[in-house]
């Protein structure tokens, strides 16, 4: 039903009250019994156990628990506590980040007020908002939260902040009489309130007409309840490759055992061996490498003030392709900034947009001598008519309380030096008209130093300028012509256009018998004194910031409760509306099926008007066109929608707290360009995840191989199981995390996103994979063989050589994997931890090799410069040899 359509007596029909009586006693306790309290539900909560219990149910955390067994039945003890241990921290992990999300209901709960004056039995009354129920006459005075949604029926000047829950930039004007339309946004109901709105000015009776789950909250905690989260694309390439590791390693294991046993090896030392193979073949430490990786791009993040709430947001940026972003507080500043003053047919473009004072007014085009007089008056009575508060800031010098208009006016006089303090030495304020919805105008009378009164006016231009008689122009007061008029109303049009929020200053002397009229008599006969447009300006550093995405293949899209006028105007400006880009209201959009918005969804940039389930729905059809979507805002209404996206964004300083709990990311500035940041950052933790898979499963399947070609040519055993062991955990570890921790290359940004459904080993890597880790087995196979071929009888040295070979060749293509082009493309110093990781991994192997203590233990023996010289270039061939093959296929 669309109360605000309904006239007075339509509304106390349908909710059976009567606004001068409301509802009885009794009448109410039936229908709190019937309705149930006006709260809002969580819906059922799965329990702490469950949930922490459902973090084990990851397939990778599977594959760690295998490879724990494995490890028990090789008697290595220490790695199977190591990898419970790293099972137990990833499940807490996870457990306390789920927790943490589930409180967006808890804060919506929050926003609800705690007390409302209500009419029982023809007596007013304040009582706990949880009892209202549907029919209940409601009072809300200035400063007021608004305790359920409610048909307003009369009103003093009542104006109401309901960013958080449509979206608009200012407090909006209410009334009580009926208006006309069959699907006006919330953001044009001004005959209703709703519940956690703000009542900024005024006061205002209605009727409950809705409570609890009913209400407008109501329904956004009901799409939060329901709000799909999906996997992100790094948890769902780990479980992909958790699934391929697990086939590979039993397949090869099988194969290894197979093919030794049918050599004639023993059976036991061959299970021994292809168990230790199958550890080998399963990394258990990537889920460890993959959160490091995450933990230390966070700690990245906050010195770039993003707050990551949950750890794979970071990289799930890195393969956004769409960002939809609110309007007001995230593209722009959320302060209404007055930036074009129209007077005496000049027009001033006012610079420094923001509350800071630094600067002024500057670019008068058409001046006319004596045009400062003007501007100073404009200026002047702007701040008089005014009941806004400036004062002294920590950050920008100043700082405003009251009206966003008001302020804006504040902002601009003091810009030019015009400040209340100093204007009250000369006027004093008399009486003060209220600015009132039907007048659309607020007046004050004041007195000169000499004794004169005047009437000053502000408001609606079209309202103000029938209402005068005479004008400023020429430097001089004189009839207001048709002529004066007409120029006038162009002024009033093109700031219109250009959807810039218009104040009109007038005034008239008064005598003195007149002061005691009303603002009725009063408000007529007036000389009109100029304009002062003005606008919530985007943030300076937007613009770059959405170019920079642009260039890395990020479409930005604007959705905002605003205007579609002002709401495009700030798209152009941006540079997010190109020429032919299209923009859709809420209306429109609501005529829509999900299916027809899908297919128009990516010609469309900007979305005014919207509500709620407006949003939710715009990203479901961009994420059902195959785009990663994140999701940025900053109230209640974004909530539903940032927690369905890909990855939510909230605003840490205007943010509301349901739009904090359900997101992902929380930007502690606000500001639009660290999410660009933000991209850079997630693009490269992507790549360096990709790095060290490649290096690990690179040197994997080389250690496999060199088990396999050694039985398949009937060769002894290349490799002991310790020995196996020894390698996978300490020389693919160190340097692995090293790679986590990787630069970003100067390209990052000028890539296109990475398809969604890319698969881990795409673009080339699988091959790369397969490639190095061939060679890297088949030189370790190849310097064992040699070293036998010449030391038939020291099967030892011939191992020795085989380990020795193996750990280098991996260590020297761990610089390979810094780049998808080849090792030549980077500095290999570059990364001072990869460095200090490979020195450390050869050391370890010089003391194994030459400690005696250990050569028992680890089966070495002390090798001679000869096997060094022999090691080192079998070990270089792998590496080298490609990137020479890559070097001349380019050349060529």
């Not at 973090?55 to 028990?72: C, E, N, R």
């Not at 020429?474 to 049009?493: D, F, P, Y």
Request: charge should be neutral; charged fraction near 20%.
């Amino acid at each position: 039903m669309n109360w605000y359509e309904l006239s007075q007596e339509e509304v106390e029909q349908m909710t059976n009250s009567r606004l001068s009586n409301g509802l009885s006693r009794k009448e109410q306790a039936a229908k709190l019994k019937t309705e149930g309290p006006n709260e809002l539900s969580e819906g059922k909560k799965p329990s702490a156990i469950s949930v922490f219990l459902a973090q084990f149910k990851d397939f990778m955390v599977l594959v760690l628990l295998a490879a724990t067994l494995l490890s028990g039945l090789l008697g290595e003890y220490l790695d199977a506590v190591a990898i419970i241990l790293i099972v137990i921290m990833n499940g807490i992990l996870g457990f306390v980040q789920e927790r943490k999300a589930e409180r967006s209901l808890s804060s919506l709960k929050e926003l609800s007020a705690p007390s409302s004056m209500v009419m029982r039995d023809g007596e007013w009354s304040v009582i706990p908002s949880k009892e209202l129920v549907t029919g209940d006459v409601i009072k809300v005075l200035a400063g007021d939260r608004i305790g359920a949604d409610f048909r307003i029926l009369q009103t003093r000047g009542l104006q109401v902040e309901e960013s958080a829950l449509t979206g608009e930039s200012v407090p909006v004007n209410k009334h009580g009489r009926p208006l006309k339309g069959s699907s006006l946004p919330l953001g044009d109901q001004n005959n209703m309130a709703f519940m956690g709105t703000m009542v900024t000015k005024g006061s205002g009776t209605g009727i409950v007409i809705a409570t609890g789950m009913r209400t407008e909250m109501g329904k956004i905690a009901h799409l939060i309840q329901h709000a799909e989260q999906l996997a992100t694309p790094l948890q769902l390439k780990l479980e992909q490759l958790g699934k391929v590791l697990i086939v590979i390693a039993l397949l090869l294991t099988l194969m290894v055992v197979g093919a030794g046993v049918y050599q004639g090896h023993d059976l036991y030392s061959m299970i021994l061996a292809g168990v230790s193979l199958a550890v080998a073949a399963i990394p258990e430490g990537l889920p460890a490498i993959v959160t490091i990786a995450l933990a230390l791009g966070v700690q990245k993040m906050i010195k770039k003030r993003a707050i990551v709430r949950k750890l794979p947001s970071v990289e799930t940026l890195g393969c956004a392709t769409v960002i939809c972003s609110d309007k007001t507080g995230t593209l722009t500043q959320n302060k209404m900034t007055v930036t074009k003053i129209w007077a005496d047919s000049c027009l001033w473009n006012v610079t420094d947009e923001g509350f800071s004072l630094s600067g002024g007014g500057s670019g008068k085009d058409n001046r006319n001598t004596g045009s400062d007089d003007i501007l100073q008056t404009v200026l002047q009575y702007g701040v008089l008519c005014n009941n806004a508060i400036l004062k002294p800031g920590a950050k920008s010098g100043y700082s405003t309380e009251g009206d966003p208009t008001e302020s804006a006016l504040l902002v601009s006089a003091a810009k030019a030096g015009v400040l209340r303090d100093s204007l009250l030495e000369n006027y004093r304020l008399i009486e003060e008209f209220p600015f009132d919805s039907s007048r659309k105008m607020m007046s004050v009378i004041v007195e000169d130093a000499s004794g004169e009164k005047m009437l000053i006016v502000k408001g609606a231009p079209d309202i103000l300028l029938d209402k005068c008689d005479y004008i400023i122009w020429g430097n001089r007061k004189q009839l207001l012509k048709q002529e004066h008029a007409e120029q006038a109303k162009q002024a009033i049009n093109s700031l219109a256009v250009q959807a810039l929020r218009t104040i009109a200053i007038a005034f008239r002397p008064l005598k003195t018998e007149e002061a005691v009229l009303s603002s009725y008599q009063l408000e007529k006969s007036l000389t009109f004194a100029g304009l002062q447009g003005m606008i919530d300006p985007p943030r300076p550093e937007v613009r770059q910031s959405i170019k920079d995405c642009q260039a890395a293949g990020i479409k930005t899209v604007m959705i905002t409760g605003d205007h579609v006028v002002t709401a495009a105007s700030i798209a152009k400006q941006l540079n997010i509306l190109p020429e032919n880009g299209r923009v859709m209201d809420g209306a429109s959009l609501s005529m829509l099926s999900q299916e027809e918005l899908e297919a128009q969804a990516e010609d469309i940039y900007v979305y005014a008007r919207v509500s709620p389930e407006h949003k939710l729905k715009i990203v479901k059809a961009l994420q059902a066109k195959g785009h990663v979507v994140a999701m940025t805002g900053d109230g209640v209404n974004d909530a539903p929608a940032i927690k369905s996206a890909n990855i939510g964004i909230a605003m840490g300083i205007t943010g509301t707290d349901v739009a904090k709990e359900a997101s992902s990311l929380v930007l502690s500035d606000d500001n639009f360009a660290t999410i660009r940041s933000a991209i850079e950052e997630g693009r490269n933790i992507y790549e360096n995840i990709r790095k060290f898979i490649r290096y690990l499963l690179a040197s994997n399947v080389g250690e496999i191989l060199v088990m396999l070609f050694a039985m398949v040519l009937g060769m002894p055993l290349p490799l002991l199981p310790i020995q196996i062991l020894w390698v996978n955990l300490v020389t693919d570890g160190l340097p692995a995390m090293a790679l986590g921790v990787d630069q970003a290359e100067d390209d990052v940004m000028r890539r296109k996103p990475r398809a969604a459904k890319e698969g881990v080993f795409s673009r080339g890597l699988g091959w790369k994979i397969v490639s190095r880790g061939f060679l890297i087995g088949l030189v370790t196979v190849a310097a064992f063989w040699l070293t036998l071929k010449e030391n038939p009888d020291n099967l030892i040295m011939a191992q020795t050589v085989a380990f020795a070979t193996l750990v280098m060749a991996q260590l020297i293509h761990v610089f390979d994997c810094r780049s998808e082009r080849s090792v030549m493309h980077r500095n290999p110093f570059e990364n001072k931890y990869l460095v200090a990781a490979v020195i450390s991994s050869v050391l370890l192997l010089l003391v194994v090799m030459y400690t005696p203590a250990l050569q028992g233990i680890f089966h070495t023996v002390s090798l001679p410069l000869r096997q060094w010289l022999l090691v080192l270039g079998m070990a270089s061939i792998p590496t080298f040899a490609l990137a020479g093959s890559q070097l001349f296929k380019r050349k060529a």
